[in-house]
């Protein structure tokens, strides 16, 4: 089948289309569409370099994947849960009193700590690092405390799994969309500090199949913003 870019097309991601397998039918779906002609023109004021259209493309993929994330069953989400709570559990008992038995703290990287202001973490020894990290927190919990905790939440999502209400058919796309908008949304504000609702209408509707307004993205993203998500 013959495929044909429309004229704003991104060079860079009409090259990609010759390169990939995975995904394939998709861009170029979205790099022949005339619905496309407006929102790839928005792009190319904001994007500047040939790896950032690979970027995007990459977070396109993301979003659906997101989007179309397979419902597990109940039955099968209770087993999953009561497995980490049984693995949680186990691991809680075999590094009971043994020398992994440490203060969360103590798993923390070098950068999480520069991250909080403490940059010569790797070379303090142990007591200045308990010093140092009950400045930024006054009670750190063991590891096998966090995994007592752990197994107890995964118990209660287990139960919770056994009476949740199956989601139907009309809330299934709706969750797809949701899903799919907010991605695409947040990853737009984060890269270049706008959501583009209009931008991300095109690409969602395309994606999924199905009209999705421009007036539905600004709200759910919104409403994601206001719910503190973003």
């Known amino acids: ?24 039918d998709l861009l170029g779906a979205l790099l022949a569409s005339p619905k496309m002609r407006r929102p790839w023109r928005e792009l190319a004021r904001r994007i500047e370099r040939p790896t950032e259209w690979r970027e995007l493309w990459g977070e396109i993929r993301y979003a659906l994947r997101c989007a179309r994330k397979p419902t597990p069953s109940r039955r099968t989400k209770r087993r999953r849960f009561e497995k980490i709570a049984a693995v949680a559990r186990e691991l809680a008992q075999r590094i009971g009193n043994g020398p992994l038995d440490l203060r969360a703290y103590e798993y923390f990287a070098a950068d999480d700590w520069a991250i909080l202001g403490i940059e010569d ?11 140092a990290a009950h400045r930024v927190l006054t009670h750190w919990p063991s590891m096998v405390e966090l995994l007592r905790t ?5 118990r209660s999502l287990a139960i919770e799994a056994t009476t949740e209400p199956r989601p139907v058919e009309r809330k299934r796309r ?3 969309v949701n899903a799919m908008t907010r991605t695409i949304c947040g990853y737009l504000v ?19 199949g199905e009209r999705v307004p421009k007036e539905t993205v600004a709200q759910i993203y919104r409403r994601y913003v206001q719910k503190g998500r973003h």
């Open 190 to 208: 984060r890269r270049y500090g706008s959501p583009m609702y209009g931008t991300v209408a095109a690409i969602a509707s395309i994606a999924l």
């Open 150 to 154: 752990m197994e107890k939440r995964a």
């Open 1 to 24: 089948m013959t495929f044909e870019p429309v004229p704003t097309a991104p060079r860079a991601l009409v090259e990609l289309h010759s390169q990939i397998r995975v995904g394939r």
């Open 174 to 176: 709706a969750a797809e």
């Open 121 to 131: 973490w790797p070379t303090l020894d142990s007591l200045a690092r308990s010093d």
